[in-house]
């Protein structure tokens, strides 16, 4: 098969197992995770195939592979959709692949199919765990399986066919359409135990929070349209003559020009996407959807989507910027808020007790420092550390479900009832759980930057050493977040593996099934070997025997302005992105390494108001509480339904139909009344009385008559008399 | 062409009717062959449009329209039985053939005089059809005012509690629009000599002199006629601020009503907007164009907030009505502004602008019904529509939960349904020439969201209501019926929007 045509079947088999197993298979477990994992396991066969493919082609950036179909007609031209692979495709498509794979076997373990169904389990409630009887007679209480199993399974296969459709897209409109149906399935999987009421407001916070950036972007969307008649990656951003257009033309705001304005509103999504500050808010209660989604929003998908495309329009963003000159607007904004998001999320993180929202701010930060990343300009290193943050954070999210699967298990022995996710209550846990540990450990380190040996450092140093030579606020910034990275990232590890167990759950920890722990092994196989394809030329020692594969292939996407613009070696950033990681795990293990109690971290105290802060997350949700959504609902309900709505719109219809009435009564009390019903009553009622009177002449006597008739006959005669007289 | 050929309209037009009159001869006591025989008629005219559509390209084009039939009505005053299609009113053709049938399915609980709300419901049928149908002012006319009378009675008669109200208010204000709609259409027929439409789109914007004796200028009666229409077309629409009658109508109605009434009745005004008004005052329309698009904001906006404030479902869905319709006369402001411009590019936001309008028409007609009917499947089984008693149902109603989710979704213009891409359309063509409407819109589309979330987590999500536990039962086979092709059109016009869109674009093209 043609490698173009198999491209465009990449997304399909999800996107069918989607479809099967909602109107068909849902009450068959099996059968449903059968048909999902089979049909990621082709999409991820085609997925390397197509990459196979691409390490033989030399120039795949100049001439990507693609082929398009008309969609819909505009006049007498059709807009055209089609899929497109070229470099960034290539890898994004390989991390994808890897990480949706290892998230669905993994799934399997999590969601404990095989086990029984508990009695207590209801469809969007978490599983209970169920009785069973042993040989002996003896009672315990185990795991039970997912009520909502195959419903599990057929919305994550419809989050792979989203995350498939965004990345081959070759146009921007297919790009969103992928992009707001994740949206829809984060909805869906973060709440997917619907009936807890913080799953429900963390699914409803996610959607609302990233559809503030996604409106955004399409105001982006249709002004790209609009001046460039297209929203074909090809027809803009590798068409220099448009770029150049664009980013000379104004546009009416400000003065910018359409590049820059058309940049910050893509950007916008991605603030939201990629959960940068401010939107960030809904990214740390996105734990609420069952572990392995949120490996999947946080690592292999959804997040990653926002800074692809911002990796996609680099061109367009980075439109008219020279390397050493001053950034671009988009590309400050964009320097800005991901250096200030890196650390200000690393910050919180320090003082999370939750395994998985340590993680959560984790991605906030790592995502910033990509951000930042672009922002300055380093394309390679940000598209670098993209991989190897899927990657190790895809790896550390499986872990810390196979840990806090682990305590449940220990929950049930015991049957005490504490918080599984609370790291204070575990440590030890490396003798309970030993695949686990290691797992997390390579995860750990790598996101932390160990030197050398995790993929994290060849990326985060790369990162750094770009923002030292372009702007030295971002250098510091990004230095300390890394410094901090480093320390929560210590924190984490020295809590739950390390030291005794602080409960008695986490005495009893049981180590996760294979087919939890294998995928787990898998991506820590990645999250070391994929930073060695990144090696720099210029590294002291180890530069240049092994190949910079990947700054060359994805470079070659910037043709000759991409290639690396420090080819020769600064010891500075080299220095502080080792110090701050040792320095940072080192700091992490030697604090947290007296922890023994279970109500209170060690740096509550000494830290004071200043940990109260960072523990509330700087107090963001309840200011935003407090300035945007009541003012909102006020807004609808008081201003919009009960004032405009129902006093002045309604009011006046009312006014207007009483005056109806009321001057329809005044015609009726003052004219019909008096004057006509009057009237007509005064005629009749004075015929009746000359009737009664008259009738005094009528009694029916014939003499009377004859009189009557004489008298009349004279009166009449002397009438005629006079009248003849004058 | 054969004599089908020939009357094929007429036989699309008064199938109901037909079925209308015979059941007024069947006995009523019959519920069973009422409802069998009401839906029947109804299917004639939905198969009928859907054979009209497999030979909708072989057909010839006289004027612009295809199926076209011409007879001597009024010979006086010039005015015709002219029916003809086009790729304009076909999709709303389509809507009303499909949605009527569904709408008959739906009205299941409806148990007293049962026989009157079929006649009533048939007559609505023919009454909106004519309105597509129609290429002749008076006759326009004549059915814009028989579709309003059904309307009145089954909310009056089937409606909720405070049914009288909302129909008087219905009627009242659509009235209070037909007022001036119809001297604006006598002052168009009697000038430019006839009330056939093809000719009067030649002749009326042509005219440079008037033979009124009012002594005012023909701009000056031209103002006035647009604006006449517009308020015509506005209410039925509803344009922010004439849209208060909509909350009451479709809260009261009865389900089927309410599907139809958001689901056909509504288009009448958008549709309106686009065959009258651009053509007629094309000059008029560019001008005030900015206004309506203001206008249309404001519904956008508003309608979003006013849902978002609803605590009775069923109201919410009313509001979202407002929100989504906005967009329609939005597209017609955009297209109004680049009417016949000589840059191509202009004439291609036009283009998009428009199509995307009657895009979006036939889309809402679709999640509008569907939210309507399910809103009414919860009601029918627990009699109450405040969002604040239900929670968590999604446990005990799987089918329904997830397919009201998807309706909800196709009324949120998700991307991959139909919403999105007329949305994205009329979006695409307004940005350019009215870049701040089209922006603050987004506040719009942002609360769209809001609100449709607001209802799916009070119904669905959440701890489970115990009140519910046992009592509510999941959809019927017949319910499924009524809502599957709704969701099948709205994913189908997702992916591949060039079924039907193909067909408008035609039309738009031709047009400019």
Known sequence: ?726 | MTWLESHWLTLILFAPTAGALILLILPVRNEKGIRVLALGFSLISLVLTLLLWARFESVPVTGGFRFVERAEWFSAIHAFYHLGIDGLSFPLVLLTTLLTPLALLASESIKTNLKAYMVLFLLLETGMLGVFLALDLLLFFVFWEVGLVPMYFLISQWGGANRHYAALKFILYTMGGSLGLLLAIQVIGLSGGTFDLVELFQRWPALTYLNLPLGLSIETIRAIAFWAFVIAFAIKVPVWPFHTWLPDAHTEAPTAGSMILAGVLLKLGGYGFIRLILPLFPNEAQRFAPALAVLAVAAIILGALGALAQQDFKRLVAYSSINHMGFVVLGVAAAALAWRAADPRAQLDANLALNGAVLQMFNHGLSAAGMFFLVGVIYDRAHTRDLRDFGGLYALLPVYGTILIFTAMASLGLPGLGGFVSEFLVVRGAWPQLTLATALSMIGLFFTGAYLLKALRSVLHGPLNPRWQGVLKDMSGLELIVILPLIGLSLLTGLWPAWLLGMINQAVVTLF
């Open chain 1, 1 to 726: 098969m043609p490698v173009d045509i198999l491209i465009g079947f990449l997304p399909l088999p999800p996107l069918l197992a989607f479809f099967v197993i909602m109107l068909f298979t849902y009450r068959r477990n099996g059968l449903s995770h059968g048909l999902a994992i089979g049909s990621v396991t082709l999409s991820w066969l085609g997925s390397l195939v197509v990459f196979w493919h691409a390490l033989q082609v030399r120039d795949l950036a100049e001439h990507p592979w693609g082929a398009q179909l008309n969609w819909i007609p505009t006049g007498n031209t059709w807009f055209q959709i089609g899929v497109h692979v070229d470099p960034l495709t290539v890898v994004t498509l390989f991390f994808v692949a890897w990480t949706i794979l290892m998230i669905f076997i993994y799934s399997v373990g999590y969601h404990n199919y095989g086990q029984p169904r508990g009695t207590l389990d209801r469809p969007g409630l978490p599983p209970q765990g169920a009785e069973v009887q042993d040989a002996h007679g003896h009672r315990h209480r185990v795991p039970s399986v997912e009520p909502m199993y195959a419903r599990f399974f057929a919305l994550v296969s419809l989050f792979a066919f989203a995350m498939y459709l965004l990345v081959i897209s070759d146009n921007l409109l297919t790009l969103y359409i992928g992009w707001e149906v994740m949206g829809l399935c984060s909805y869906l999987l973060i709440g997917f135990w619907y009936a807890r009421e913080s799953a429900r407001n963390a699914a409803v916070k996610a959607f609302l929070t990233t559809r503030v950036g996604d409106v955004f972007m399409l105001l982006g969307l249709a002004a790209l349209y609009t001046l460039t008649g297209s929203l074909n990656y090809r027809a803009i951003l590798s068409n220099p003559q448009v770029l150049e257009i664009l980013a000379t033309t104004a546009s009416p705001i400000a003065g910018i020009s359409w590049a820059a304005l058309i940049g910050l509103l893509l950007f916008a999504g991605t603030i939201g996407k990629s959960a940068q500050f401010p939107l960030h808010v809904w990214l740390p209660d996105a734990m609420e959807g069952p572990t392995p989604v949120s490996a999947m929003i946080h690592a292999a998908t959804m997040v990653s989507a926002g800074v692809y495309l911002m990796i996609r329009f680099f061109p367009l963003l980075a439109a008219g910027w020279v390397p050493g000159q001053p950034l671009t607007l988009p590309m400050a904004a964009m320097a800005a808020i991901g250096a200030f998001t890196a650390l200000f999320a690393a910050t919180i993180g320090l003082a999370q007790r939750d395994i998985k929202r340590v993680l959560a701010y984790s991605t906030i930060s790592q995502l910033g420092y990509v951000i930042a990343a672009l922002g300055i300009g380093a394309y390679v290193a940000a598209t670098f550390h993209l991989v190897t943050h899927a990657f190790f954070k895809a790896l550390l999210f499986l872990a810390s479900g196979s840990v806090i699967h682990g305590m449940e298990h220990g929950v049930y022995h015991t049957g005490d009832h504490l918080d599984a996710q609370d790291m204070l209550n575990m440590g030890g846990l490396r003798h309970r759980m030993p695949w686990t540990f290691w797992a997390f450990l390579v995860g750990g380190l790598s996101l932390a930057g160990f030197p050398l040996f995790t993929a994290g450092f060849w990326s985060k140093d790369e990162i750094l050493a770009s923002a030292f030579e372009s702007n030295l606020l971002v250098f510091i910034t990004l230095g300390v977040a890394a410094l901090l990275t480093a320390f929560y990232t210590m924190r984490q590890i020295t809590l739950v593996f390390l030291g005794q167990p602080r409960s008695a759950a986490a005495a009893q920890a049981h180590e996760s099934r294979p087919v939890m722990v294998v995928p787990l092994l898998v991506l820590a196989f990645f999250a070391v070997t994929v930073g060695w394809v990144g090696v720099p030329q210029y590294f002291p020692g180890l530069g240049g025997r092994l190949p910079n594969w990947f700054g060359a292939f994805v470079g070659s996407m910037l043709g000759h302005a991409g290639e690396t613009s420090h080819a020769i070696f600064t010891p500075t950033p080299l220095v502080v992105s080792v110090l701050a990681s040792l320095g940072g795990l080192f700091l992490g293990w030697w604090v947290y390494r007296i922890q023994r109690e279970r109500v209170q971290d060690v740096l509550a105290r000494p830290l004071g108001g200043l940990y109260r802060l960072l523990e509330r997350k700087y107090y963001v949700d309840e200011i935003y509480q407090a300035v945007l959504i009541r003012p909102a609902l006020w807004l609808a309900d008081v201003f919009t339904y009960r004032w405009l709505d129902q006093r002045m719109i309604d009011g006046v219809l009312h006014g207007v139909a009483r005056l109806g009435i009321a001057i329809g009564h005044l015609f009726r009390e003052v004219i019909d009344r008096p004057l006509i019903n009057g009237a007509g009553d005064a005629l009749a009622e004075g015929t009746h009385e000359v009737g009664t009177r008259l009738r005094a002449l009528q009694p029916g006597r014939l003499q009377i008559y004859l009189l009557l008739a004489l008298v009349a006959v004279i009166l009449m005669g002397l009438a005629f008399f006079y009248i003849g007289m004058i």
